[in-house]
């Protein structure tokens, strides 16, 4: 049996009960995550739809959270990172295209995360525009910094120590300031991600190794045998933008 409201703005819901598995539900954020000021009239994933949808996946045993999202306002990014973390479910984020800025907050809050091979995310530090006179604009600087920090302690946590402050810093930073794109194997890396799918190949990275040569029938003096190319590395990685 599924139920699923095909008339959604923001975030779709869909409730699976098969008797044969666990009950679970699954949340399709595909859009900018929102501020209560736009709640009524665009396609934004806000806190209160998400706690919407929550109730209805009060006494699911697994919540699934598909992401494709550039990301949005850091109130409500924020506040849908608390509620997944305070849900009893086991709870899986799955990054179907890109989760960026503040979309990567609520990717963090999950127990596990699965991206594909070709899927990223995008971090950087926390920013806003503003208007005022030179002591509203160091009070608002000193804002951002709050908000930064707070966003890199959850990153931090999600990591499980491979990922260093030193390290998130300067991925939150970036070559120009504006952060950086991290591909899915980097995110494995970092600690950031659990599996990846998608892939068709082997051992990626690791070369084939070259076929034999026949043996010819000769009295000649032996060739000098070939070099071990199995060692030669792959030079064919992630594309990062």
Not at 77 to 101: M, N, P
Not at 184 to 193: P, R, S, V
Request: charged residues 30%.
């Amino acid at each position: 049996m599924k139920m699923m409201n095909h008339n959604c703005k923001g975030i779709c819901f869909e409730m699976k009960a098969d008797p044969k598995e666990s009950k679970s539900a699954d949340i399709y954020i595909y859009d900018g995550v929102g501020s209560k000021r736009l709640d009524s009239d665009s396609n934004v994933s806000t806190a209160k739809k998400f706690r919407e949808m929550l109730e209805k996946a009060s006494d699911v045993e697994k919540l699934n959270i598909h992401i494709n999202s550039l990301g949005g306002a850091c109130d409500d990014g924020v506040a849908i990172y608390s509620l997944i973390r305070q849900h009893k479910a086991e709870k899986t984020a799955y990054i179907d295209g890109y989760a960026c800025s503040i979309a990567t907050l609520i990717v963090a809050a999950c127990d596990r995360v699965v991206m594909s091979v070709a899927s990223a995310m995008m971090v950087h530090n926390a920013l806003t525009v503003t208007y005022g006179n030179a002591k509203t604009m160091r009070a608002m600087a000193d804002t951002l910094d709050v908000i930064t920090s707070g966003i890199k302690k959850a990153y931090l946590d999600r990591a499980g120590g491979k990922l260093t402050a030193s390290v998130l810093d300067e991925l939150m930073e970036g070559k120009d300031g504006d952060g950086t794109w991290i591909s899915a194997e980097d995110c494995m890396k970092y600690g950031l991600c659990d599996e990846i799918t998608g892939s068709r190949t082997k051992d990626e990275g690791e070369p084939e190794p070259e076929p034999k040569k026949p043996e010819k029938e000769s009295k000649k003096e032996p060739e000098p045998e070939n070099r071990d190319n199995t060692k030669i590395l792959n030079t064919f990685g992630a594309f990062m933008l």
